[in-house]
């Protein structure tokens, strides 16, 4: 799994998302967008089923008793991530070789 796979596919998720919800910024979205406060409407409570389905698109679902964390977020919470740096986060938590919850 490659940081380039993982931001490809974390923007397709993110554009068919903004679809699905009625939002007419789907095509916005690039690597380089911040998902909180740069896309309507969305909100942090999508976040883990975003997290598990692109675990899933790639090939490597979350198990059950995984909760997933905010990837558009940092740690701390005082940062909101572009696309780029969520996927990141997710290739550090949830990629191969990590499995943090």
Do not use: W
């Not at 931001?7 to 380089?32: M, N, W, Y």
């Not at 967008?33 to 675990?55: E, N, W, Y």
């Amino acid at each position: 799994m490659d940081t380039t796979k993982v931001v490809s596919e974390l923007v397709e998720i993110l554009k068919e998302c903004q679809r699905i919800f009625g939002h007419d910024d789907a095509d916005t979205v690039t690597p380089k967008t911040r998902p909180h406060g740069g896309l309507k409407g969305f909100q942090s409570d999508v976040t883990p089923t975003i997290v598990r389905r692109l675990a899933k698109k790639l090939g490597h679902p979350l198990a059950e008793d995984v909760d997933p964390v905010n990837i558009f977020a940092s740690d701390d919470k005082t940062q909101k991530l572009t696309v780029e740096e969520a996927a990141k986060r997710f290739m550090e938590r949830y990629g191969p070789k990590g499995t943090k919850q």
